[in-house]
């Protein structure tokens, strides 16, 4: 272990609270979304305990939708969209471009703090009466008729958007200024190039999402009439607003993860990413089209025929960058090197479940089917193919991926395969089932459903029992190895990235002498200090037009 | 628990074998494209395992050619998935003419639904087999959702404005319905069941009921309860229009636009009289919102609508006095 590094710079829990370093906000990140991840997982564990059976035995319908509503709450808002951008996007962005910090490093500390107080309101809700408008707060049940804690739970969503549109604009500015001599816009990681674009929704999106539910929140307390027909108000348009936000806030739960997917891809192939530019800019393309689909969530509102044909189109436009990027990580492993270190296999396991998440989000987005399969678990199983087998499985990959950077140390090797492997499993035991079910016709947010849907039902939460084991067992090996694992070294894949010239973990200023870059992103050809072999071992195949 | 897993709801509607084969042909296309990535994935990561641990992969960076294959390959399935759905949806919400129309309300949480002859049912309904059944829905609270698995439709039923959706039923039997749209405590057994009978049966059924009252009835009764009729006079000398022959028309506004005279516009003028002004007419009724339930509108529709085959009032908008409206 290097002698001096941020971790033990300074001691004491004031230089944690008063901390402007980017990699101590992203520890003190990394745990506040630990525990919501926690908070939301014992939620939806009583979710599917409560489900094993017809007829819902465990908790009363209105604690069960407490609980659907409160998961969802916590796990997106808290957890989600905080996670990859706020706790390995804090840490590893400015080291990736060569800086010293981010551009703000004070307000970086704010958007911590706002999350804390957002947080706070929210968790205040849940024990206070709790939540059962669903994390969707469709009007007018929200806005009029729910009896639980909404108003708490709004504010604390309205103050926490803040938190994301400051990290948002900290990574622009950051990206735009701060590069080291050498780190061109070609050069730059594409896990930068994701964050960039999931900035942009960040800072164009969140506005309003949070003046929606301010509006909902101003209609609960006042009675004024946006939402609710009985005042003059119209419940569709809470719906437009809403999902103006929510669908593009999707993919600033995926986008990242697919940065840390690109990442460690070509890490464990050792070779260069196949189509940097179209990785890129597709991820640019998804946050673009991203914001002009989000009434393919009302296909079946009442909105005109003719919107509903013109938003499933752009929908089905939006799979064209996905794909992009599916077929350019497949392609990446062609005449790799490839290594199953734990990382890599969330990498796989991601490239099999977001093609799954992905394909069948093309049945959501093909009208004549949206009216089957609208409101069923087809869509709880969709996206959790895309948030859980995407985003969680990109986090936690990143987590493994970096884990030797952000602590100077390695965890168990063989355990951490045992567990991407569990997680794999158990995921798929878990959601799988629920496509079927929702074509079969289960309604989602149930609490109660007919006997013929109960196979399905068991299977799912034996699956999530095994996931929850999956889960569990990264916590306690990570946890033990801050302490006890082997000591890691600068770069113990190696991979080409600026993070890992430097020490592990850290200096403070990232960097004892601000770095040049002169080499190309992922490129282990030219890059003698790796260790590697520089003869390329099979015959190279000449490079055609776009590279 | 059942014995038999089924991996699709029965076929029971004129919509259920288009949505199935339009599934059949997206599922084709989807395991397709799964496959190859599956295949290749695994294919490339055992071919190309590491061999050394200082060994690197070939410098490949990419391939202009492959790039543009694979965007322009699948568009044109995806062209395909999107027309087909869209064919599929475009007729679903295109009502044909000459529909049994049963008029459906939500509440937190039942339905009650309403035959054309007046007959109540709630979280039941009847509908005889090969018929298009269009279903007028409305809510009194929050949004819900009436869906029906077996016939492949659902549509969100929203306080506000009437929404429909049809369907034609292919096959006589008891067919789950569910509320889909999320609405608070009860959402899980807010539903019922969907009986298709043999036409003559339905008649049977429908004779034999205990008829809760014609709707033409009540709502004549309630038209002059409310004292509609003192304003919509028959010859549109009123200080409202009248509906004589109103229902089903292309009604002048004084905007100078024209609005079809549906369901959804005689609620909107009974509880937001000045959203669209008549011709003619200036805007002095009161507003009805919370005065009526929204099975009172139903009633009070029923009875307008059986107006709309008396002769309308010649000259409607110039014969009548300066003022008035709707």
Same mark, same amino acid.
């Given at each position: ?35 919501? $991840? ?38 997106? $808002?808290? $957890? ?78 309205? =103050? ?40 942009? =929704? ?8 949070? +003046? ?23 419940? +569709? ?89 599916? !077929? ?22 991601? +490239? ?48 493994? $991926? ?35 079910? @929702? ?84 490129? !282990? ?19 055609? @037009?776009?590279? | ?25 997206? /599922? ?7 496959? &190859? ?15 050394? %641990? ?23 399935? /995806? ?24 008029? #459906? ?23 005889? *087999? ?17 869906? #029906? %698995? ?45 009986? *298709? ?18 709707? &033409? ?28 022959? &109103?229902?089903?028309?292309? #009604? ?31 805007? #002095? ?42």
């Amino acid at each position: 272990m290097p002698r001096e590094h941020y971790l033990n710079a300074t001691y004491g829990i004031r230089s944690w609270l008063l901390t402007t370093d980017h990699k101590r906000i992203a520890i003190l990140y990394l745990i506040s979304v630990t525990f919501f $991840f926690f908070v939301g997982g014992l939620f939806a564990t009583l979710i599917r305990i409560h489900l094993l059976t017809p007829g819902g035995y465990l908790v009363t319908p209105e604690t069960y939708n407490k609980l659907f509503t409160m998961h969802g709450v916590a796990m997106i $808002f808290f $957890f989600l969209i905080p996670s990859i951008p706020a706790v390995l996007g804090n840490f590893v962005i400015p080291i990736m471009i060569g800086a010293k910090d981010l551009a703000f490093p004070k307000i970086n500390l704010l958007s911590w703090y706002i999350y804390l107080v957002g947080g706070a309101f929210v968790l205040y809700s849940f024990a206070t009466g709790g939540l059962d408008t669903g994390w969707t707060f469709y009007t007018p049940l929200s806005s009029i008729y729910s009896n639980s804690a909404v108003t708490p739970a709004v504010i604390g969503i309205f =103050i926490n958007g803040f938190s994301s549109i400051l990290t948002g604009l900290n990574f622009i500015v950051t990206v735009h200024t701060m590069r080291a001599p050498g780190m061109t816009w070609m050069r730059l990681p594409l896990f930068v190039w994701a964050h960039y674009a999931t900035s942009i =929704i960040f800072v164009l999106g969140t506005p309003v999402i949070a +003046i929606t539910l301010l509006l909902a929140g101003l209609e609960r307390m006042f009675h004024l009439g946006f939402f609710n027909p009985a005042y003059g108000g119209d419940p +569709i348009l809470f719906q437009h607003l809403f999902w103006f936000y929510s669908h593009p806030a999707v993919y600033i739960m995926i986008l990242p993860a697919m940065g840390v997917i690109s990442e460690i891809i070509p890490t464990f192939a050792r070779k260069p990413i196949f189509g940097y530019d179209f990785i890129a800019a597709s991820s640019i393309g998804i946050a673009v089209i991203g914001f002009i689909v989000w009434a393919h969530h009302m296909f079946l509102t009442g909105q005109s025929t003719y919107s509903a044909v013109a938003f499933s189109f752009l929908t089905f436009l939006v799979a064209v960058p996905s794909a992009v990027k599916v !077929f350019n990580w497949t392609s990446t492993l062609y005449k790799g090197s490839i290594a199953f270190d734990t990382p890599m296999l969330y990498g796989l396991g991601f +490239i099999g479940l977001f093609t799954i998440g992905g394909l069948t989000g093309l049945f959501l987005a093909c009208l004549g089917l949206d009216i089957h399969l609208h409101d069923t678990y087809f869509v709880v199983a969709h996206f959790h193919y895309i948030m859980v087998g995407g985003a969680i499985m990109g986090y936690l990959g990143g987590i493994h $991926f970096w884990w030797p950077k952000i602590t100077g140390r390695l965890y168990p090797e063989y355990l951490a395969r045992i567990a991407a492997i569990v997680l794999f499993v158990g995921f798929n035991l878990t959601f799988f089932p629920q496509f079927i079910l @929702g074509y079969l016709g289960m309604p989602r947010r149930y609490h109660d459903y007919p006997p013929e849907f109960q196979v399905l039902n068991v299977m799912s939460t034996a699956g999530a029992s095994i996931l929850a084991l999956g889960y569990l067992l990264p916590m306690v090996y990570l946890t033990w190895s801050m302490r006890y694992g082997k000591v890691a070294g600068k770069n113990p894949w190696p991979a080409t990235g600026l993070e890992w010239t430097t020490n592990s973990p850290p200096l403070t200023e990232n960097f004892s002498e601000t770095p040049v870059v002169d080499w190309e992103t992922y490129d !282990f050809e030219h890059r003698p200090e790796l260790g590697l072999s520089s003869t390329v071992p099979r015959k190279p195949i000449p490079a055609h @037009g776009d590279d | 628990m059942q014995s038999q897993m089924p991996l699709y709801p029965e076929q029971a509607s004129n919509f259920a074998p288009q949505v199935d084969n339009l599934v059949y042909f997206l /599922l084709a296309v989807c395991v397709f494209f799964a496959t &190859v990535i599956c295949v290749a994935v695994v294919y490339f990561i055992v071919k190309y395992r590491r061999k050394t %641990p200082d060994e690197i992969g070939v410098p490949i960076h990419g391939d202009l050619r492959l790039e543009i294959a694979w965007i322009a390959l699948p568009f044109p399935l /995806l062209l395909a998935m999107f027309g087909w759905g869209a064919a599929v949806y475009v007729d679903y919400r295109h009502t044909p003419a000459d529909t049994l129309d049963i008029y #459906v309300i939500g509440k937190q949480w039942m339905w009650k639904l309403q035959q054309p002859d007046g007959r109540k049912e709630i979280n039941e309904l009847h509908v005889p *087999v090969g018929r298009n059944v269009r279903l007028i829905m409305g809510s009194e609270d929050v949004i819900h959702d009436f869906s #029906v %698995p077996s016939f492949r439709v659902k549509m969100d039923v929203v306080p506000g404005h009437y929404n429909t959706m049809w369907f034609r039923p292919t096959k006589v039997g008891k067919y789950h319905f569910f509320c889909s749209q999320y609405c608070g405590t009860d959402h899980a057994v807010m539903g019922g069941w969907v009986t *298709v009978m043999e036409p003559y049966e339905y008649a049977k059924w429908l004779s034999g009921s205990a008829g809760s009252g014609d709707p &033409v009835a009540i709502g004549q009764k309630l038209y002059s309860e409310l004292a509609c009729n003192t304003c919509h006079l028959p010859d549109g000398k009123g200080r409202g229009p009248s509906y004589n022959g &109103v229902y089903g028309s292309q #009604v002048k506004l004084a905007d100078g636009s024209t609005v079809l005279a549906d369901d959804n516009y005689i609620r909107e003028s009974i509880l937001q009289p000045n959203a669209k002004i008549v011709a003619g007419y200036v805007p #002095v009724m009161p507003s009805f919102q919370g005065l009526v339930t929204e099975e009172q509108i139903v009633d009070l529709t029923a009875y307008i609508k059986s107006m709309k085959d008396q002769p309308p009032p010649t000259k409607p908008g110039a014969a009548a006095p300066a003022t008035g409206n709707k």
